[in-house]
Each structure stands twice: as structure tokens, then as C-alpha cells.
């Protein structure tokens, strides 16, 4: 028998899960990861590879046709060959965000189960400021990897989160990337969470980053699709596109389909949600865990999870949530 999809209170139907495949990662961008670290979850906490793909297969019962592979950087988990090869042959559409640092080893495994859609993140052109940012070497693999996806014809969106005095220097440079690159280049408003020293200034909005394209280049307003958190654009005569990412000046919580689950199991049925359930204890005790899942999707609140003040709220950090 066919299940009823997943519908909260406001009429939103949740059929997008973002899977978060490790809290680890191999760098350590200073707006996802604190600076003293996270305390990592013990072994015991974290999903095994079984329990990730039978709670993918419950969601997949309930009409999720969306599974979005994040972290950490999802290429670090061990297994992630092992479940990219699994979640290949399940009826949905397969996608990973990731720092790029790894692709190359898993590309042919990407081509083989036809995951195309690649988000990779990338937050400067400058080698040096690459180091500042992610506390680690590593831009010309990530550019390099990047570079690969692009000619091996993946369908690319660079990733980027501006800060002021840090990389908002670089709009210009990275909106020019898509004139000859097929990308979508996305701008992304940079979030509050736990340990990132968010402020206000630092932030640079949506309206912001229009008026610096828009000093060089005409920005035409493009086509969005359902669910779409990115506003789209062109500038004519590029080969790519545009994208701002405005969840905090502009947000898009209306056309909301996503769920959150963590790599402990959990979900979030919002990204600033402090309110999460804990799906792993009855998982293992062979529970029914559907009601628990239709719960928290139907308490979802309208909007940022209620909070008209999201820097003041605590939340977990973003390395552990996966974005
Ligand atoms: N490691 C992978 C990566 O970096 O793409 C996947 C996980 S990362 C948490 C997912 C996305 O969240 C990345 O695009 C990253 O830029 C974004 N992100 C992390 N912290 C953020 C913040 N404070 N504000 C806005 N976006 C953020
Ligand atoms: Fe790692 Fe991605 Fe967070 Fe950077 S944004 S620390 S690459 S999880």
C-alpha cells in the first residue's frame, strides 16, 4: 500500500533529505567549523553503514525522491563508496555536496551510478586565503578537482560563502568564472551557528551582492525551480549561471521540502531547529520509527524554526548539521 508523504502543518511536502554522512572533515572552514574543534560523537552514536541505508529505505517509503550525500565532508566517511554504490540503485535522485578535495578518487563510482549533480564549495581564488579560510592547503586540488568535474560534464554549483573583509573582494572574480565555465556560481549569506563568530557586519546580503555584480555586468533575473533555495540569474553572454543563496535576509522557508538527518541519527526538521528527534535508540530497539518521523515533520514551524533572532538561539555547529 502507498504511504501518505510526508506533510507538515503548513501544507509543505518533504520529499528532499539532506543524509549527513560524518561530522569529520579534512578541513576546517572557519564559518562551519569552531575553532577549538567539535567534541565528535562516540563510534557507538553514529549510524553504521546498515542502519544509514534502512533509514534512507524508511524515508524513501514516504515519498523522499531527493537524497542529498553531506557532512563533514561526506568523502571522508569510510564507507561512502560502499553507500554511494547502495543509494545508486534506489528510485531517487542521488546528489553530494563537498568540499572537492577527494573527488577525483571517487569519480569513476560517480559516472558509474550517474550521480551528476556535484555542489562543490570553494570560498576564494587566493592559494593563501584558501589557507586562512579552511585552516588548510589544499585550493589547487579543489580547483583542480573542480576543473575535472566540469570536463567530465557533471552539472557543477560552486559553492561559495561570502564574509566581509574576508572574500567579498572576490564577487567579481567568481561571477566571472561562469562566463566560460558551465557552472552555477552560488553565493551563499553566511549563517549563524555555534562557534563561527557570526556578526551582523560580517554578512554580506543578498541585495549587496546584486549591487556589486550589477556595478560591472547586467544581472537578468532567471527561472527557479520548485523548491528552489537559490535565486537564479544570468548575465548575457555567459556560459553559466548566477546563484544567491539568501536563507538570512530573504528567506525561503515557504517552498521548504527539506529534512535533516544527522550521522547519529537524528533529525532536523530545520536548519536553525534546536528541536531535533533522536531516531537511532529505537531503530535499534526495532521500533516503528515512522510516527516518530511524521511528528516532527508536522510540528515544523512556519519559518527559521519560529526565531526572529537567529544569532541569539543556540544551535548546533554547521559541521555536524551539513547545510
Ligand atoms: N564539506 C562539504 C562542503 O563543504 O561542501 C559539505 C558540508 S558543508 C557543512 C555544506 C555547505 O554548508 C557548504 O556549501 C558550506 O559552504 C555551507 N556552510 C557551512 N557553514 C555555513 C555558514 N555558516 N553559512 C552559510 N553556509 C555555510
Ligand atoms: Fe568541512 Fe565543509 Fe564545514 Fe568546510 S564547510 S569545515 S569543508 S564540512
Known amino acids: 500500500m502507498k504511504k501518505e508523504l510526508l506533510i507538515d502543518k503548513h501544507g509543505r511536502v518533504h520529499n528532499y533529505l539532506r543524509l549527513s554522512l560524518t561530522e569529520r572533515c579534512n578541513l576546517r572552514c572557519r564559518y562551519c567549523m569552531p575553532e577549538e574543534g567539535i567534541d565528535l560523537s562516540p563510534k557507538n552514536a553514529v549510524c553504521t553503514y546498515e542502519e544509514l541505508l534502512e533509514l534512507c529505505d524508511i524515508f524513501i517509503s514516504l515519498g523522499v525522491n531527493k537524497i542529498r550525500l553531506t557532512g563533514g565532508e561526506p568523502l ?41 549533480n556535484i555542489n562543490v564549495s570553494l570560498d576564494t581564488l587566493s592559494p593563501e586565503k584558501f589557507v586562512l579560510i579552511t585552516r588548510r592547503e589544499g585550493f589547487q586540488k579543489v580547483y583542480d578537482n573542480i576543473m575535472l568535474l566540469i570536463r567530465e560534464g557533471f552539472n557543477v554549483k560552486i559553492n561559495m560563502v561570502l564574509m566581509r573583509g574576508i572574500n567579498d573582494d572576490e564577487v567579481i572574480q567568481f561571477a566571472e568564472l561562469a562566463r566560460d565555465l558551465p557552472v552555477t556560481v552560488r553565493f551563499i549569506e553566511f549563517m549563524p551557528f555555534d562557534g563561527n563568530r ?15 555584480i550589477t556595478a560591472e555586468y547586467q544581472l537578468n533575473r532567471g527561472t527557479d525551480a520548485l523548491n528552489d533555495t537559490t535565486k537564479h540569474y544570468h548575465i548575457p553572454g555567459f556560459n553559466g549561471k548566477i546563484g544567491i543563496i539568501s536563507s538570512m535576509s530573504e528567506h525561503f522557508c515557504g517552498s521548504c521540502n527539506r529534512i535533516r538527518l544527522l550521522s547519529t541519527g537524528k533529525i532536523k526538521n530545520c536548519l536553525f531547529s534546536p528541536d531535533e528527534t533522536d531516531l537511532l535508540p529505537p531503530l535499534r530497539e526495532g521500533y516503528d520509527i515512522e510516527p516518530l518521523i511524521r511528528n516532527s515533520i508536522y510540528r515544523k514551524k512556519a519559518q527559521h524554526a519560529g526565531m526572529f533572532n537567529l544569532a541569539k538561539r543556540k544551535n548546533r555547529s554547521m559541521i555536524t548539521i551539513g547545510g
Open 76 to 116: 571522508v566517511r569510510k564507507e561512502v563508496g560502499k553507500i554511494i554504490k547502495e543509494l545508486g540503485r534506489r528510485p531517487i535522485e542521488l546528489a553530494l555536496t563537498t568540499n572537492g578535495f577527494l573527488v577525483d578518487r571517487y569519480i569513476n563510482l560517480f559516472k558509474e551510478v550517474g550521480l551528476l
Open 198 to 212: 557570526w556578526s551582523d557586519g560580517k554578512m554580506i546580503s543578498a541585495q549587496e551582492i546584486r549591487d556589486i
